[in-house]
Nanobody, 114 residues
Framework: VQLQASGGGLVQAGESLRLSCVVS?????ISWFRQAPGKDRELVAA????????YYSDSVKGRFTVSRDNAKNTVYLLMNSLKPEDTAVYYC???????????WGQGTQVTVSS
């Protein structure tokens, strides 16, 4: 399984970005993690391909929206009202089956200036 994340960039606080994660084949779910320098990796959002169930961390709830395009095996992370504290490398990961080990994509840098 291969994952390709894209869409990062440099924006100002309050602006939006949309990240994309393309997976090489249908899997169970896609999760978005982020890691800022000197901080632990944080699970930000997740979505199941089949049922569409979603998860958001408290830090992004109400600002970020995760969605999927099953036909394209692609998951999106729409990030609105970005804050400087959202600055991090964002990674997508996928479980082939529920509870299986994650496959990881390369990260995409998101930088939010104040």
């Amino acid at each position: 399984v291969q994952l390709q994340a894209s869409g990062g960039g440099l924006v100002q606080a309050g602006e939006s970005l949309r990240l994309s994660c393309v997976v090489s084949r249908r899997t169970y779910d896609i999760s978005w993690f982020r890691q800022a320098p000197g901080k632990d990796r944080e699970l930000v959002a997740a979505i199941e391909f089949t049922g569409g169930s979603t998860y958001y961390s408290d830090s992004v709830k109400g600002r970020f929206t995760v969605s999927r395009d099953n036909a394209k095996n692609t998951v999106y992370l729409l990030m609105n009202s970005l804050k400087p504290e959202d600055t991090a490398v964002y990674y997508c990961a996928s479980e082939v089956e529920a509870g299986s080990d994650d496959y990881w994509g390369q990260g995409t840098q998101v930088t939010v200036s104040s």
